[in-house]
């Protein structure tokens, strides 16, 4: 199993879920409303969180675990998906996983993803 971990730009969110749940093997998403900075600062400087000292602009992060042979696809969809071209574009990133629990039936690893 893979977790992917994607931050992205807000007005992305749309188009990407859209295109996300079009995949078979996706099981499900987690989507958070968050704020960060990357290694170039200042893109989108009218997205700066308000009253904030640090210079932190929101994105919004999708976590899904997934069976590993659809991680490749979901982390292309998402690149394609999220892109313009422009600095804040966000990243991806996935590692391997050894324990996914499904609580309502009590299944483990890939039968639970
Ligand atoms: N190394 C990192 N660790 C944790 N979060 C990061 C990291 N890099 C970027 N992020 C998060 O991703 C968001 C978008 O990053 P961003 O796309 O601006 O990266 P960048 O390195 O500045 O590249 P670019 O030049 O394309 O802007 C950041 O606001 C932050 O929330
Ligand atoms: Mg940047």
């Given at each position: 199993?893979?977790?992917?971990?994607?931050?992205?730009?807000?007005?992305?969110?749309?188009?990407?879920?859209?295109?996300?749940?079009?995949?078979?093997?996706?099981?499900?998403?987690?989507?958070?409303?968050?704020?960060?900075?990357?290694?170039?600062?200042?893109?989108?400087?009218?997205?700066?969180?308000?009253?904030?000292?640090?210079?932190?602009?929101?994105?919004?992060?999708?976590?899904?675990?997934?069976n590993d042979s659809?991680?490749?696809?979901?982390?292309?969809?998402?690149?394609?998906?999220?892109?313009?071209?422009?600095?804040?574009?966000?990243?991806?990133?996935?590692?391997?996983?050894?324990?996914?629990?499904?609580?309502?039936?009590?299944?483990?690893?890939?039968?639970?993803?």
């Amino acid at each position: 199993m893979k977790a992917i971990l994607a931050i992205i730009k807000p007005h992305k969110l749309a188009d990407v879920t859209l295109a996300l749940r079009k995949l078979e093997g996706l099981a499900g998403m987690t989507v958070t409303d968050v704020r960060g900075f990357g290694r170039t600062r200042a893109e989108g400087a009218g997205e700066l969180v308000p009253d904030d000292v640090a210079d932190f602009v929101r994105k919004s992060r999708i976590d899904i675990i997934c069976n590993d042979s659809v991680a490749t696809t979901i982390v292309e969809t998402i690149r394609k998906h999220a892109h313009t071209g422009a600095h804040g574009d966000g990243k991806i990133y996935s590692w391997s996983i050894e324990k996914a629990v499904r609580i309502s039936s009590g299944e483990t690893e890939n039968d639970a993803v």
